[in-house]
């Protein structure tokens, strides 16, 4: 089955400690996005990926990091410099061009932190 | 990117008709309307898309009016499982803000038995 996993599904961490979330896809695809959703609250895109070694700043990276070292892959490093990380993350993909919006989702994972 | 403005909340009867609208009043001609919906504590599912003529797929259809400035998600025979939040988003194809979807609000869709 083609598709996005990410994991774990549910995670908790101590305040202060890093934190990296996994996103694998096997679609084949280029561009590949992290989102970070808050209770009753769209999707705020965090970091995107067009293309293996490259990334970019989405509209609230402030305290998170990010790789792309394989197509299949772009974990993401909350990292303590995130104020307010508890939140449910989603990482996406897509093909590039007019098919960048055309995003599929992987089932997400939520993070706790105390 | 142009604002849409959707109901907060809809209810449906399972079987009949769910006609979901969106308002896009400030939509330039290169900007593409996309439909997203997102089932409780899932990612959300890409639905249908389409820039002014109407558009089906298995899923849904949807309508666009003639001078693009609102559209009508259709499920034709809502189920239960189709209960969501439902999101419509306005984008321009390629440019400067590649592949960054901006979610609102959306709807939230209940589906009666």
């Known amino acids: 089955d083609g598709g996005i996993t990410q994991s774990p599904k549910y995670l908790f961490r101590k305040e202060g400690q890093n ?3 996994s996103c694998e896809q096997n679609l084949n695809h280029d561009a590949m996005y992290w989102y970070r959703q808050d209770p009753g609250q769209g999707l705020r895109l965090i970091y995107y990926s067009q293309i293996v070694n ?3 700043k989405g509209d609230i990276a402030e305290g998170y990091s990010v790789s792309r070292e394989k197509k299949e892959s772009f974990p993401l490093t909350v990292t303590s410099a995130q104020k307010n990380p508890t939140a449910f993350y989603l990482c996406a993909s897509s093909n590039p061009g007019q098919s960048s919006y055309e995003q599929y989702f992987g089932p ?7 | 990117d142009a604002k849409t403005t959707q109901p ?16 896009h009043s400030t939509i330039s001609g290169n900007e593409y309307v996309y439909w997203y919906r997102q089932i409780h504590s899932q990612g959300p599912q890409y639905i249908i898309h389409g820039l002014k003529n109407n558009e089906t797929n298995e899923m849904a259809s949807l309508i666009i009016t003639e001078d693009r400035k609102s ?7 809502a189920t239960l499982r189709d209960t969501a939040v439902y999101y419509c988003i306005v984008k321009a194809a390629g440019g400067t803000s590649y592949g960054k979807l901006t979610f609102g609000q959306g709807t939230i869709l209940t589906v009666h038995p």
Do not use: K, W, Y
Not at chain 1, 108 to 114: C, E, K, M, S
Not at chain 2, 71 to 77: D, G, K, Y
């Open chain 1, 19 to 21: 934190v990296t979330l």
């Open chain 1, 54 to 56: 490259d990334f970019q």
């Open chain 1, 108 to 114: 997400g994972t939520r993070l706790t932190v105390t």
């Open chain 2, 8 to 23: 907060p909340s809809m209810d449906c009867a399972e079987g009949r008709a769910a006609n979901l609208p969106c308002n």
């Open chain 2, 71 to 77: 559209s009508t998600l259709i499920l034709p025979h």
